[in-house]
T-cell receptor, first 112, second 112 residues
Framework: GDSVTQMEGPVTLSEEAFLTINCTYTATGYPSLFWYVQYPGEGLQLLLK?????DKGSNKGFEATYRKETTSFHLEKGSVQVSDSAVYFCALSDRGNEKLTFGTGTRLTIIP | ETGVTQSPTHLIKTRGQQVTLRCSSQSGHNTVSWYQQALGQGPQFIFQ???????GRGNFPPRFSGLQFPNYSSELNVNALELDDSALYLC???????????FGSGTRLTVV
């Protein structure tokens, strides 16, 4: 079945550092890929998405590229801020708006 | 567009009791899904409704049931509560036009 494997956390970085959170997936067919962010005490917010190979999703300085050859969708940001501290989830949907399969999440803490 | 709202935000129940959680989806969102998020884990898919019919179910027992109504609201019912049902329950909705779900802030259920 479908699965998502995320870089284990927690991750602690200094403000303005470069961020990479690794995500690889296993799926039948050609899934859509997502990154969601969860701030303390809140639900999930869609951060970015990509629906086909080589697509790049981007939002709020975050980027991720759908790599079919390596089945990966790594999240990157060039300069993180304290406000980026949250839990980040990589997820896939096998056919558009079918169910989402999530990774276990990566807790990111940015220190000033 | 009013977002996805869930009620109640917190709930404490006793083992063996029944609970109903409610969700109000965005107008025009004809797909609603429910997820269970245990502490420190990624969300797990419970089931999905499309135009008031269940069209997908995860690995959850039949005591987890749901309904979707024509006014874009939905319910998650859990019978015979167990201690392991303690979790954050998330409702998510989407439309035929968009990829990706909009999540509510969740209901934190504690079973004692």
């Amino acid at each position: 079945g479908d699965s998502v494997t995320q870089m284990e956390g927690p991750v602690t970085l200094s403000e303005e550092a470069f961020l990479t959170i690794n995500c690889t997936y296993t799926a039948t067919g050609y899934p859509s890929l997502f990154w969601y962010v969860q701030y303390p005490g809140e639900g999930l917010q869609l951060l970015l998405k990509a629906t086909k190979a080589d697509d790049k999703g981007s939002n709020k300085g975050f980027e991720a590229t759908y790599r079919k050859e390596t089945t990966s969708f790594h999240l990157e940001k060039g300069s993180v801020q304290v406000s980026d501290s949250a839990v980040y989830f990589c997820a896939l949907s096998d056919r558009g708006n079918e169910k989402l399969t999530f990774g276990t999440g990566t807790r990111l803490t940015i220190i000033p | 567009e009013t977002g996805v709202t869930q009620s109640p935000t917190h709930l404490i129940k006793t083992r063996g009791q029944q609970v109903t959680l409610r969700c109000s989806s965005q107008s025009g969102h004809n797909t609603v899904s429910w997820y269970q998020q245990a502490l420190g884990q990624g969300p797990q898919f419970i089931f999905q409704y499309y135009r008031e019919e269940e069209n997908g179910r995860g690995n959850f027992p039949p005591r987890f049931s749901g309904l979707q109504f024509p006014n874009y609201s939905s319910e998650l019912n859990v019978n015979a509560l167990e201690l392991d049902d303690s979790a954050l329950y998330l409702c998510a909705s989407s439309s035929d036009r968009d990829y990706g779900y909009t999540f509510g802030s969740g209901t934190r259920l504690t079973v004692v």
